[in-house]
């Protein structure tokens, strides 16, 4: 097993000490297991998306696109900006 020094601020070592004390373990055991909680927690979050995903019903593209066609691109992206307006 290491030795290790590690910085804490007295508050936080003072309830280190007291659970210690009170559950009759040393003050290492209590932060070890803080860690192992602290680190399995992470492990067990779902990964989320930083934004929201759109995921349409049916992928693909909808019929009459044509991704190497751009001035039929800029034409279809033109018609449905002027029908939401």
Do not use: C, N
């Amino acid at each position: 097993m290491a030795r290790t020094t590690i910085r804490i601020s007295d508050q936080l070592l003072a309830e280190v000490k007291k659970k210690a004390a009170e559950s009759g373990r040393t003050i290492a055991t209590v932060i070890e297991d803080a860690l192992r909680e602290s680190f399995l927690r992470q492990k067990q979050r779902p990964k989320t998306p930083a934004f929201p995903v759109y995921r349409p019903k049916r992928p693909g593209l909808q019929p009459g696109v044509d991704l190497d066609d751009t001035a039929g691109l800029l034409e279809l992206m033109d018609s449905v900006d002027s029908r939401r307006r």
